[in-house]
């Protein structure tokens, strides 16, 4: 019998690598989560492109043409339930949300954010990064709550912070992993395998990593 597959909705702003990475994901027969629509709030946005590529229904909502946040999201909230979607992953949607829109779909929509949270929030996280001299950075993929990148951490990638590390070096490091980090917190998630305990996300059954992540490495 075939997967039963979690729909999901994803909502973007721009290039949409990380759809384009959940993306792929999805065309695997196995991967229990399939994107059945694809939301942007900026018309033109390139990750439109790589949805209807990929024969995704995509839709523009430009947030401009509201005249609220509030009735902006139920908008989106419209097309999203219509479309049968059960989880919504953000993946570089630049918009805050309201906190209607954020509690509606508490524990079923995730974010991925480009810095090992709680460190790092908001924007230009690769500057504050390299500012901070921290020597491990990364991603996160975590719930969305209404506070801005502070729900339950789903996973975290980490990579080294280089001597040489500019923004754009450390960015694309960081991106790769995001790429790797965001598909497979949407499986865990579609599966049924991330339980919230208040602030935290359990993970059932993830796989032994090791028990350190150290640089410099010597
Ligand atoms: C990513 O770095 C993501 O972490 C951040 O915005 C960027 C979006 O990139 N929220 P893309 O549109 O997925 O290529």
Redesign the pocket.
Known sequence: MALQKVKVAVL?S??????QALLDAATDPAYPAEIVLVISNIAGAY?LERAAKAGVPTLTIEHKAYPSREAFDAEMDKHIRAAGAELICL??FMRLLSKDFSEAWNGRMLN???ALLPSFKGLHTHRKAIEAGVKLHG?TVHFVTPELDDGPIIVQAAVPVLPDDDEDSLAARV?EQ?HKAYPLALKLVAEGRVRLEGRVAKVAGAADPGNRLLFPAG
């Open positions: 973007i721009g290039r949409g690598s990380n759809l990750g993946a570089g991925v954010h480009p991603c991106l995001e």
